[in-house]
């Protein structure tokens, strides 16, 4: 458990197909697996997504609670976005708190929302320095099938594009839309020998050198961006990487998000 | 939160979700929807979402948690963050620390632990939303679970909960009756009609307590239906094929005919290949595995020896017919191709 | 022949002298053990649609090296229970330091099981004809409770599948074939032995699976991927309906809440 050898036949495999521009299941280097995105699956949740990139599966709840703001943004709501690798994801994963991997994630998840500037936090506050709104983003995966960060991405966005702010049940007004102003999109892309190869399964992020995970905005402007592997990009790559990461962003907010 | 109901059954005997007060809530699962578990189910039981997977059985580390004689059952009962009103900390608590505990105590009875000596079968269950009897509602998941991923059971466990509102029993309790009830007695039943859970809080009479037992019954009775019809149906178109036979051979033989072939394929071998007349032990490894079902056969004590380790060794899955007829020709299978 | 699904706990028979594999005897009757599929030939067996490999003396397996110590190679062999290859196993001497440059971490292996003992330790060999390190080709992993529907009545599916793709393979007992040849016809192979797992429990398994590499050849050498895929297509329609009820997605569930 959790230190799985890959075979050398598997990644010599995996290697050969990218070198005659193949991949395992099919794939051209800059396809993304089938997604299958719902939303307000989760009657409890104030938002939630139930998200299928291939086979892996996340399902991310928000939940909005009154608390205080933090001192140096008084007038702004506060966001918190949780991840955990649960064990019923992965024979990899191991039940425990968040490991580095999980918290790397959700943090780049977070980001990406919180920098993009995509919820107007001035509109989730209460009383200036005493209540606002917190966002809780909770990121559940379910069963890891590789990307686990563009489906956390992904379903954090667009449950988010479901949730109401529940001001009746807390007394606080009336219930309002969550006040989403961008969609933020993340887009990784493995570096597999030199190739830049979009939305990596499994056996590609066990073989790839690094990863790069590029968050962008409706406008086409990058709000997050993280590295990620022992190995490194030079310029041209990280680059191309970028510039594939934002065409495929757009493609995916056009068929999943603005019907929302 | 909502408020206390002034009634929680109406003149007609009805309760607040129009349910009389023998009858459980719509209840529906689907198995094998993980693809990375060994096995796995998901249930809608009312509001109930669950997901539960098993994994194993598999490797156990770190070794200090072996046993030697059995596998190790680990449960791990789980509610999302966002799976309640009122968010909570992800991760372990008091109560879902008690009530995993409680949970993999119910399928002890059920799963033929000493097949798989020092391995571990993990079952996990997810509540993704709770809405009342979330313990009960994760059983009934984790039992198909445990099927689907092909783990020997003497047979599946179903589990419900019967509790008083109103001065009446009723049940499988709903989120107000669970909340503002006068009592709460979950069970699980295993398909031979023993109790492997039991808990409650509350204040009930003695015979109230009985008739609660034979409620459960029923209504574990039923849940069981369902589980069965769900197994059943996944497959079923499989009822009009016939499996044809080559399942009963001597899978090693074959297999050694594959190498043989693969062998010469491959023109020589640099390295020297030893050739040994291997010292063929006819005992084979069937001793040392334990009866399994001892308690239950007492009657049948005189079975010969030999035979009840062959039948322990049958209980296995995965140890296919290959010993009976390998016993009978243990020599020669470097000619046994086809 | 009677065959039908049985579940856990479900009664097979009033005689305990039935009690055969996948099934146990509770106050003299027969009850199984498995999710699986009941087979009432000589004694009554369950074979289960799913499972773990569990090693049993004389099996053929693939390993994989997960590690290695002075005097052993660790292997992954697909099971609860990694397996111990001693040196003194291996077809010729070996050097304490030279284990790792004789076989590696992620080799992979064609062994053999030598002994396993009452706690499970599972000791390899490679000393015997044909076994050896795989350095070239592919290895396919699929349920090992479906070993046999590869290797086919009397051997005929690996027959089959050798001649009509011009590959090697290898079975192994866990659930682990090696197949090496050239890539387009490894490509061939491996979707044949997806069809076999995707269709084992139904009759007429090898003319399905000789019709398929027939018509596969013949696309092959035309390179025409659109007709490959019309031809699986149409395959997977065959199956359609268990598809469809096998496979619905949870969030289809979902959907129909309320």
Known sequence: MGNEVMSVLKKDYIYNLMLKGKRQDGRSFDEIRNIDLRTNVIEKAEGSAWIKLGETEILVGVKLQVGSPFPDSAGEGVIITSMELNPIASPDFEAGPPKEKAIEMARVADRGIRESGAIDLSKLCITEGEEVWIVFIDIHVLNNTGNIQDAASLGAIAALLTATVPGEREGRGEDMPMPIRDMPVAVTLADLGGEMMVDPDLGEETVCDSRITIVSNQDGSISGMQKSGDGALTEEQLLKAVSLACEKASELRENYLLNI | MSDKPEKFIDENGLRLDGRRIDEIRPMKMEIGVLSRADGSCYLEWGKNKILAAVYGPRELHPRRLQKADSVLIRYRYNMAAFSVEDRIRPGPSRRSTEISKVSREAFEPVVLTHLYPGAVIDVFAEVLQADAGTRTAAINAASMALADAGIPMKGLVSACAVGKVDGQLVLDLNKAEDNFGDADIPMAITSEGEISLIQMDGDVTQEEFKKAIEMCKEGCRQILEIQKETLKNKFTKLDEVEIPEDEEEDVSALVESTLTSADEGEACEDEEVVEEADAEDDSEDVDDVEDVEDDEEAEDEDDVPEEKADEVVEADPSFEDVEEEEDENPEDDEEETV | ?258
């Open chain 3, 1 to 258: 022949m009677e065959r039908e699904i049985v579940i856990p706990g479900q009664l097979l028979s009033e005689n305990k002298a039935d009690s055969g594999p996948g099934t146990y005897v509770k106050d003299g009757k027969v009850y199984s053990l498995l999710y699986g599929v009941k087979n009432a030939k000589n004694k009554i067996t369950v074979i289960p649609f799913s499972g773990k490999y569990i090693p049993s003396p004389r099996d053929y397996v693939i390993g994989t090296v997960i590690d290695v110590t002075p005097s052993n190679w660790i292997f992954d062999i697909g099971s609860p229970y990694d397996g111990l290859l001693h040196v003194s196993e291996y077809p010729r001497r070996v050097d304490s330091d030279k284990m790792v440059s004789t076989m590696d971490f992620g080799s992979s292996v064609l062994l053999r099981i030598k002994d396993v003992n009452s706690s499970m330790k599972v000791e390899l060999t490679m000393r015997e004809r044909g076994l050896r390190s795989l350095d070239v080709g592919r290895v396919i992993e699929v349920t090992p409770t479906k070993v046999p529907r590869i290797i086919g009545h009397g051997g005929s599916m690996v027959s089959l599948l050798k001649k009509e793709t011009n590959c090697e393979m290898f079975v192994g007992q866990n659930g682990r074939i090696w197949i090496n040849g050239k890539d387009s016809e490894m490509d061939l192979l491996t979707e044949a032995i997806e069809l076999i797992m995707k269709h084992s429990h139904t009759s007429g398994l090898t003319d399905r699976i000789s019709h398929f590499l027939n018509n596969e050849d013949d696309v092959v050498s035309e390179k025409d991927d659109a007709v490959l895929e019309k031809d699986l297509a149409e395959d997977e329609e065959d199956e359609g309906e268990i598809r469809e009820d096998t496979y619905r997605k949870v969030d289809a569930l979902l959907e129909n809440d309320d």
